[in-house]
């Protein structure tokens, strides 16, 4: 009996002493209020379209959380609820350089029941200089290099026992995705991080060639040209078909039903919702809009550059036409919504100028495009121009020299692009040139330049 008496008092002191611990931790989560974290990197340096997320202890109401929030200087972009606890800011154009931003939360309630943030936070941040991505190779080894514009060493990103053939960089520069062949012939998708860390396999292709990777610019699908394999050893690989790698589902499909559309170095538009990709067979740029699936096709034969305006609804593209004193290369410029395509460039010119290289910046003035200066030379220069306008400057015009594969910064005020002298040993290198100098500059040796924001 006394026995039982004990352990009836040892458990009513345990309950006693639980009932107390529960009480006073929902008295301190009362006066604790809700709390909140912000997703911001240890030292608050951030890429250029860097996501804001905002995780909260407890559910809240969206309409009451979100007047509590703003950004200091105001920054166009958006707020998306991810669920009931998670908020992100996105931007919609690129945080600038040199400028410290502060992320403001507000005290006050956020949910319909009162509950409430007892207590304001603000967190700063800044935007990190852009690195540039490149491809190193000797011929037996090939890796992807980046290097930043003050001169300094540049860093190896992959293993140098992996050959790389092409690779991407996403619009956050958190990420890059490059091609590696296996040992089965075939081509695999690969990714890695920034810094170099966490390199994996992202799709195994085993027998196919998965190729040309194109990264949507929200970052959350690849797109890639696919070539099936031959039934046989010593038959061909089928044509390039454009596929889609889902990266949060792992969904891997082709782009388009039918079999007889092919297509070839897909090419997004800024706001992740139309992909375009070149069919060689039909001598055409098929384009399919994503989130109306809507698709839209327009004659080209050159195989060149697809480049889309800021606001995604404009396309440029070359072409090539045969006149009656010989081929003239276009320029033409496509507008979606109106499904409607003209000739912006090379209508009446006396001679070819080759057009070919195209890269629109994020400033909707501002665009490069590569032609050849003269019969006498074969290579081709680059010209920054006003779309709109059809003025500009010519920012190479070596006449030893050739330049293509052009690429904009986040901001539109810095250009890389690749040159390589025509006389003597092929040795391409990494040019860049930025917005009020009067010359460009050499950063590297390498081939496929691209921003690593």
């Not at 301190?28 to 909260?56: M, S």
């Not at 606890?85 to 949910?111: D, H, M, Q, S």
């Not at 590569?370 to 070596?398: H, K, M, Y």
């Amino acid at each position: 009996m006394k026995f039982n008496a004990s352990l009836d008092r040892i458990a009513l002191g345990v309950l006693l002493t639980l009932t107390v611990l529960v009480t006073l931790t929902i008295l301190f989560g009362e006066g604790a209020g809700v709390r909140v974290h912000v997703d911001l990197p240890a030292n608050g340096e951030v890429g250029p379209y860097q996501t804001i997320e905002f995780k909260f202890s407890e559910p809240i109401d969206s309409g009451i959380a979100s007047d509590l929030i703003s950004l200091d200087p105001v920054h166009e972009g958006y707020l998306q609820w991810v669920n009931d606890t998670t908020l992100r800011f996105i931007p919609l154009r690129p945080f600038e350089l040199g400028t410290i931003y502060k992320v403001i939360l507000n005290a006050g309630e956020v949910a319909t029941n009162g509950r409430e943030v007892k207590k304001g936070q603000t967190w700063d941040f800044t935007v990190r200089q852009p690195l540039v991505a490149y491809l190193l190779t000797d011929g037996i080894t090939s890796s992807i290099w980046a290097v930043d514009l003050n001169g300094n060493s540049p860093k190896r990103l992959t293993d140098e026992s992996i050959k790389v053939i092409s690779f991407d960089t996403a619009r956050d520069g958190e990420f890059i995705v490059f091609t590696a062949a296996n040992a089965q012939g075939g081509i695999d998708l690969w990714r890695v991080r920034r810094d170099g860390s966490g390199q994996s396999m992202l799709l195994d292709c085993g027998l196919d060639r998965c190729t040309t990777p194109a990264i949507a610019p929200n970052g959350t699908r690849i797109a890639y040209s696919h070539e099936s394999a031959g039934p046989g050893p010593e038959l061909p690989f089928g044509s390039p078909r454009i596929w889609l790698l889902d990266l949060n589902s792992g969904q891997n499909s082709p782009v388009y039903g039918s079999q007889l559309t092919l297509g070839y170095n897909p090419t997004w538009s800024p706001d992740s919702n139309k992909l375009a990709s070149f069919d060689g067979l039909a001598d055409r740029i098929n384009l399919l809009d994503l989130e109306e699936k809507q698709q839209y096709v327009f004659p080209s034969n050159t195989g060149g550059p697809i480049t889309f305006s800021p606001d995604s609804t404009k396309m440029l593209f070359t072409t090539v036409e045969q006149k009656e004193d010989g081929l003239r290369t276009q320029v033409r410029l496509a507008d979606l919504p109106l499904n409607e395509s003209l000739t912006l460039i090379g209508l009446n010119d006396e001679r070819d100028y080759s057009y070919y290289s195209l890269a629109w910046s994020s400033l909707e003035n501002r665009a490069v495009l590569g032609f050849r200066a003269s019969d006498e030379q074969p290579a081709q220069i680059l010209w920054v121009f006003n779309p709109g306008l059809l003025d500009g400057i010519v920012i190479t015009n070596d006449p030893e020299y050739a330049y293509n594969s052009p690429q904009w910064d986040p901001w539109g005020s810095a250009l890389i692009f690749q040159q390589f002298k025509l006389r003597g040993a092929y040795k391409p290198e990494i040019g860049l040139w930025q917005d009020g100098s009067g010359e460009t500059i050499i950063l590297a040796e390498g081939l496929m330049p691209h921003w690593l924001p």
